[in-house]
């Protein structure tokens, strides 16, 4: 639990630092280029975060494939973090997009561009396998059942990520990772990329605080079994 | 003579903990296995398990030589007529008692007179009553007589699965169930009991220890009368007309899919004479917006069916689980007409046939997804409903389409 809370603290150090940066240090864009030029600077929360859910959500898919075809604890520990850190950073992203959106579109939801409704699918998928699991006793079908939605979201995705590419109607295109090499200067990619490795980070020692939690229970349920079968 | 019922090598985790670990079981023709064991000793996973039920971690189960279900999840039909009887009584209520018993009957493609068996258990003054209107010892009898019907109905070897099948019934009835155990025997039927009644277990040709996996003969006279049973050959009843019926003898879908429709109509129109004022994109998506709704709603036979886990017996002796079918089509198209009338846009075919799709698509896919938590110890808890959004882009995306 030592090691988890020292990198949960050396995200949460990163991402305060990266903020600061972000809002007093990196350039603003062209006032020409959007319709709230100050309102693009949640960016630079808004994509590592989403940057981090895929992270979270690529967590989910390992750990219920893991449990559902090798039955492995550690996997369910793994589908279990992954769930809530997906939770966690899906609306973080969803609502610093709602702000933005709010600011550049006029609007903070816009039921047609897919990016945006698929992205906003995944973290509702968070919160029904959070929620929902927690509404449940564990046990082997709680577990399959779970871990199969878990299957399922994880195809929502890679269309999240070609949506961008496909189907851009209101969200932006890729910023990076283009052959024409992005749309962002110098200091404002080190500023996004010291965010992106600071949210890493934070959702790492999240998962890793998840697992352990998970591990602590499960050990705790095992006792209280014991003890009943004691009584 | 071949096993009608073989389990391999099973292996099932229920909750925490796994139930049973390298269990075999063999029933042929003729036979009458009593599981025994104490209370949480695995006798109803047993049945549940020999019924295909549940999910098995290894090992597979045949019927005669035909895997139903193995470790991979594979499933293929049952070419043996099952008849089976669980802890509840996997009825909804909402059925005729006579038309019950020849519903499980039919299953097995026969049709039996039902009329002496009714007597029998002392309930053919009931028979046209509602299974509702019956006392939990009454249903309990009609929940046993639709697992033994279809065997007696059979000149085939069948398998017959009872769980507990003399829990609340009187002394008469368990007399007359222990007569009928037995000439199902003479005939050649399997007939596999988990209990703890003594008069039943004198029934049993061998004894299965669950919690040791071992079955012991033990030795039971044949001097049995038989029963005249004349059947017939009946047409086999699908879930889909099943919960067609249903939803008509019941209106269920017009407490949840029909208000849900009407409820969103109605919105719309006290929001006062805006429809015209719209774009055409907007316009149709108001319009389809009741027969979304209504799909929105899922199947409401999905929850009727897990109280007396009636949706479990359908899965094991009817192949699926009951389900309204073509109706949503109906609905949408009347909603979606009825949608049109009231924002008075002219009548468009196409639109009318475009709201049952949509009806039709959303109902069965929530329906899905419905199904998925039915294996949760709390399936009511599980929250469906925050799924069901991921309706509204398909939806959204559709209406777009068709205003280009």
């Known amino acids: ?231 | 003579m071949p096993a009608l019922l073989s389990l391999e090598e099973v292996e099932v985790r229920r909750g925490m903990g796994v139930v049973l670990r390298d269990h075999n079981l063999t029933v042929k023709g003729g036979q009458c296995i009593a599981l025994t064991g104490s209370n949480g000793s695995g006798k109803s996973t047993v049945l549940e398990v020999a019924a295909g039920l549940l999910p098995l971690e290894q090992g597979k189960v045949l019927h005669g030589s035909t895997p139903v279900i193995d470790h991979e999840g594979r499933r293929r039909q049952s070419p043996v007529t099952v008849g089976l009887t669980l802890q509840k009584n996997g009825v909804l209520g909402s059925e005729v008692v006579e038309d019950h018993l020849l519903l499980a009957c039919s299953m097995a493609g026969f049709s039996v007179d039902v009329a002496p068996f009714l007597e029998a258990f002392n309930l053919k003054h009931r028979r046209k009553d509602l299974v509702a209107h019956l006392s939990q010892g009454q249903v309990r009898k009609i929940s046993v007589l639709s697992a033994l019907l279809p065997a007696f109905a059979s000149n085939e070897a069948c398998l017959v699965l009872l769980d507990e099948p003399s829990t609340g019934l009187d002394d008469d009835a368990v007399k007359v169930l222990c007569r009928w155990i037995s000439v199902l025997r003479q005939r050649g039927h399997g007939v596999v009991l988990a209990t703890h009644d003594e008069r039943l277990l004198e029934q049993a040709t061998h004894v299965h220890a669950v919690a040791k996996g071992t079955t012991e003969p033990r030795g039971v006279p044949l001097d049995e009368a038989d029963i005249a049973t004349p059947a017939g050959t009946a047409r086999r009843v699908t879930p889909s007309a099943f919960g067609i019926k249903t939803h008509r003898q019941t209106m269920l879908w017009l407490n949840t899919n029909g208000m849900a429709a009407l409820l969103t109509l109605g919105l719309l129109l006290a929001l006062g004479e805006f429809i015209l004022d719209l774009t055409p994109l907007q316009r149709l998506g108001f319009l389809l917006a009741p027969a979304f709704a209504a799909g929105l709603c899922g199947e409401p036979l999905v929850a009727a069916m897990r109280e007396e886990r009636a949706s479990s017996w359908w899965t094991a002796v009817g192949g699926g689980v009951p389900h309204a079918g073509w109706m949503p089509l109906l609905i949408g198209a009347a909603v979606t007409a009825g949608a049109s009338v009231g924002f008075q846009l002219p009548f468009n075919t196409l639109h009318v046939l475009v709201g049952a799709a949509v009806c039709f698509a959303v109902w069965h896919a929530v329906r899905l997804m419905q199904l998925a938590t039915t294996r949760l110890a709390r399936p009511h808890a599980a929250m469906v409903g925050l799924l069901t959004p991921v309706l509204i882009l398909p939806y959204a995306v559709l209406v777009d389409w068709l205003t280009r």
């Not at chain 1, 079908?141 to 999240?160: H, S, W």
């Not at chain 1, 851009?168 to 749309?183: A, E, F, L, M, Q």
Request: glycine letters at 10%; charged letters at 15%.
């Open chain 1, 1 to 231: 639990m030592k090691s988890a809370g020292v990198v949960l603290f050396a995200g949460f150090a990163g991402i305060t630092t990266s903020m600061l940066l972000a809002l007093l240090w990196a350039p603003s864009v062209s006032i020409d280029a959007f319709e709230s030029p100050a309102a693009q600077r949640i960016f630079y929360w808004h994509v590592p975060a989403a940057w981090a859910a895929f992270i979270a959500f690529g967590a989910l898919f390992i750990g219920s494939a893991g449990w559902l075809f090798k039955r492995s604890e550690r996997m369910w520990r793994l589908h279990v973090a992954g769930s809530e850190a997906g939770l966690a950073t899906g609306l973080m992203t969803v609502w610093s997009g709602c702000v933005w959106g709010a600011a550049e579109w006029g609007t903070p939801w816009d039921w047609t561009d897919v990016r945006l409704n698929t992205f906003g699918l995944l973290t509702l998928l968070a919160i029904y396998v959070v929620l929902g699991r927690n509404s449940q006793p564990d046990g082997v079908e709680t577990r399959d059942t779970f871990a199969a939605f878990g299957l399922y979201g994880f195809v929502l995705v890679p269309l999240t990520y070609i949506a961008t590419r496909i189907w851009t109607i209101r969200h932006p295109g890729p910023v990076v990772g283009t052959d024409d090499g992005g749309s962002i200067n110098g200091d404002m990619g080190l500023v996004l990329l010291f965010s992106a490795v600071s949210f890493t980070v934070l959702i790492v020692g999240h998962m890793m605080a998840s697992m352990r939690l998970t591990l602590l229970e499960q050990k705790l349920q095992r006792l209280q079994a014991k003890t009943d079968r004691v009584v």
